[in-house]
């Protein structure tokens, strides 16, 4: 796991592949409480990580089809 520093420059695919290791770990389960809502939380930093991405491309599409 990266702090929120690193976080920033993850691109988005490197983002949605990690939320994707984090989903099939905590659908696999036999983890801790503790191991499951760190990942949890890791999940819903890179899910937001991946929003942000998505809303940027959205906004440069938006940009270009204006001009």
Do not use: F, H, P
Request: charged share 35%; hydrophobic share 35%; net charge negative.
């Amino acid at each position: 796991m990266t702090d929120d520093t690193t976080d920033k420059n993850l691109s988005y695919e490197q983002a949605r592949e990690e939320l994707i290791d984090v989903v099939r770990k905590l659908e696999a389960g036999g983890i801790t409480l503790e191991e499951s809502l760190a990942l949890w939380e890791r999940g819903e930093k890179l899910a937001t990580l991946c929003q942000e991405w998505l809303d940027g491309a959205r906004k440069k599409i938006d940009a270009a089809i204006q001009d």
